[in-house]
């Protein structure tokens, strides 16, 4: 079941984001990587820039999150993680196809690049990866972070899905 996550939420959306992160270690730049993947403060300081995450919720416990947030005339796709023993059954799909209705202007998602199983889902569902031109400027207008974590990054836009 797909529902709306609250502020009770947030220590089970933390523990989801740093559960799921394991795969990026050692696959991102060791740079790149930080223990833990996202820190509560952190979390709590996405939420408050206007991050609304959705949950997949299996037998009453979140086990999948993905958020959104509009920044100036676009919709961002945010934080998108399913726990480990919960991956590989759909669940990240089916909230991508749940929240890409709710987006305002152009639907965009960042990743790293070396997530290649990240890149291939977004695919599947719709995406379309930017131009390396075009990510530089769409990283620096619409997300803050760091110019390592722009140099390995790439961005994919929906165009909608095929029949």
Not at 69 to 98: E, K, M, N, S, W
Request: hydrophobic letters at 40%; a neutral charge.
């Amino acid at each position: 079941m797909i529902r709306f996550c609250n502020s009770t939420d947030v220590a089970a959306i933390e523990a989801i984001i740093n559960q799921a992160a394991e795969k990026y270690r050692g696959v991102i730049p060791v740079d790149c990587w930080r223990e833990p993947y996202m820190p509560r403060v952190e979390l709590e300081a996405q939420i408050e820039a206007g991050v609304k995450f959705s949950g997949w919720e299996d037998s009453g416990a979140l086990v999948g999150v993905m958020g959104l947030q509009t920044v100036f005339d676009a919709t961002l796709i945010r934080h998108a993680y399913v726990l480990p023993a919960h991956q590989g059954r759909g669940i990240g799909g089916a909230l991508l196809d749940a929240l890409t209705p709710q987006s305002r202007g152009q639907l965009l998602v960042g990743t790293w690049a070396a997530a290649a199983w990240a890149i291939r889902l977004y695919e599947r569902h719709g995406f379309r990866l930017v131009p390396p031109e075009e990510k530089d400027t769409l990283l620096t207008t619409y997300w803050r972070i760091t110019d390592r974590q722009r140099e390995t990054s790439v961005v994919l836009r929906y165009a909608g899905r095929e029949t």
